[in-house]
């Protein structure tokens, strides 16, 4: 496969002579906007929910909505950050830092107008590095074989697991909870049945759409039903939301050193916008010229995160594209829309499917800059709709979410497997455990199994061959190394501290 052929980036051009990719990009972004700007909706959420109605379209119109939502849901959550102090999605968290004291100041318009020409730098940003980085990550794991993918399969999970909130303990028990429930159904190298109990339907395992909307859908929609009802009110009136072009030239830099920030954080497997918002905030505070007005109420506080956090979409997807290893959670949900087009990430992709791939960097772009004009335009619609009542929106999304399920195979089956995920992730919230290690672990098991498996059937039962491969032993290099470095990394800093003490 040529890296770099024009095949590659002009092939899916002849898609958008269709109307409908625009219209459902547009619309895809418009609704992530909405979902991402109201408090306590996830990004990650939205896209599970709306995921199964884009079952029986095209996979090019299926995924322009898609990265429509993807994008659209990671900006929307700055808007409620910036406007109730209530960031709307995670990666939102690092914005309301310095979004909240501007808009109490009366400059909320001019908060979300940065927001939104950082949010449109990170993504373009983001979008040429994934169109440049991922055709040659995904030549070289064309030469990949079941080992090197047992390793980087591995590394996904344990990655996932350290980062997750709480301890690693807990992030290592999802994930296990995951790679088990991902074993049900028909061995793949024997097709013996497994852990099926007696249901006709597990012999084709658990459907992972069901999963993820019940996981992060019905059990959010608990937790807001169980938690103190709220509703908010934006008094202030929005204005000056396009920022002058002075202020773009003061955040320039800002917006550059972040989005890069971005693009390799999110490129690593499991990171995702929220750990890069947070980095990319951190590293202002330690480089930005008035770093010392940091959470004052600047716009390079609101600069950085959002830059960031935007150009993180593009960085998920080079590992999710080119390996099959989801970058975040997000686009462990949006590798779901991919299979159930019937259509696997990983290397193959890009020599099986060019158009495709090609379409996919163009509706990432095309999702950018309706971003970028919605976000400017409809500031004020937005403003509105954070105050929306919860007593409607709740029920709304439920509906959503057990149609969309049931749409899949028109099985009442998957309404059950919905049900039982969403009030086990309720459970699983309220006692820490996170639930993004368990969606890694379902998508990623079946590959670490079918591979593992593979190689040692291939070796005669030889361990050995995953360390007698130079790339296989750098990835469980790798795996060890995130495991233990934190632990060992602990116990040095204790060591140290106690020397100095003596």
Do not use: H
Request: hydrophobic share 50%.
């Amino acid at each position: 496969m040529e890296l770099f052929s024009m095949d590659l980036y002009l092939s899916g051009l002849q898609q958008f002579t269709n109307p409908a990719m625009f219209l459902s990009s547009f619309l895809g972004v418009l609704v992530g906007i909405v979902f991402g700007a109201l408090p306590g909706l996830t990004a990650t959420m939205t896209i599970a929910v709306f995921i199964p109605f884009t079952f029986g379209m095209s996979p090019y119109i299926s995924f322009a909505f898609l990265l429509g939502l993807y994008t659209g849901a990671v900006y929307g959550g700055s808007i409620s950050a910036i406007l109730i102090n209530i960031p709307g999605t995670p990666s939102a968290i690092a914005t309301s830092l310095d979004g909240y004291p501007m808009s109490q100041a009366g400059r909320a318009g001019e908060a979300i107008g940065i927001s939104t020409i950082s949010s449109t730098i990170g993504g373009f940003l983001s979008v040429f590095v994934l169109m440049f980085a991922a055709p040659a990550i995904a030549s070289v794991a064309l030469k990949f074989s079941a080992e090197e993918y047992v390793g980087i399969t591995l590394i996904g999970l344990s990655i996932i697991a350290i980062i997750s909130p709480g301890s690693t303990i807990k992030g290592l028990i999802a994930g296990v909870i995951g790679l088990i429930i991902g074993i049900v159904g028909l061995d793949p190298i024997t097709g013996y049945p497994r852990f099926i109990m007696g249901q006709a339907e597990l012999l084709e395992g658990i459907d992972s759409i069901p999963v993820m909307i019940g996981m992060y859908g019905l059990s959010e929609m608990l937790v807001q039903i169980s938690s103190a009802e709220y509703k908010v009110t934006v008094e202030q009136k929005l204005s000056k939301i396009v920022p002058p072009w002075k202020d773009i030239k003061r955040i320039f830099g800002t917006v550059v050193r972040s989005s890069f920030i971005g693009v390799l954080i999110g490129a690593l497997p499991a990171a995702g916008g929220s750990i890069a918002s947070l980095v990319a905030y951190g590293q202002e505070k330690r480089l930005g010229k008035r770093r010392d007005l940091l959470g004052t109420g600047i716009i390079e506080g609101i600069a950085a995160p959002e830059a960031a956090n935007n150009a993180s979409t593009g960085g998920a997807l080079i590992p999710m594209l080119t390996l099959g290893i989801p970058g975040d959670a997000m686009t462990a949900v949006l590798m779901g829309g991919l299979i159930i087009q019937g259509l696997r990430p990983g290397p193959l992709l890009f020599q099986q499917q060019m158009p495709f791939v090609s379409s996919i960097f163009i509706s990432l772009l095309l999702s950018v800059v309706f971003m970028c004009i919605l976000g400017l335009l409809g500031a004020r619609v937005y403003a509105k709709l954070i105050s929306f009542p919860k007593k409607y929106l709740i029920p709304a999304i439920l509906v959503f979410g057990l149609v969309g399920s049931y749409a899949i195979s028109n099985s009442i089956f998957d309404i059950w497997v919905l049900i039982i995920s969403g009030v086990v992730g309720f459970l699983f919230r309220k006692i820490g455990l996170p639930i993004a290690p368990i969606i890694l672990g379902m998508i990623l098991g079946p590959l670490f199994e079918s591979n593992f498996r593979r190689a040692l059937m291939l070796n005669e039962g030889n361990w050995a061959t995953f360390v007698q491969r130079p790339i296989s032993l750098f990835f469980l290099v790798v795996v060890v190394v995130v495991l233990a470095g934190p632990v060992v990394m602990k116990k040095l800093k204790k060591i140290i501290t106690n020397t100095k003490g003596v």
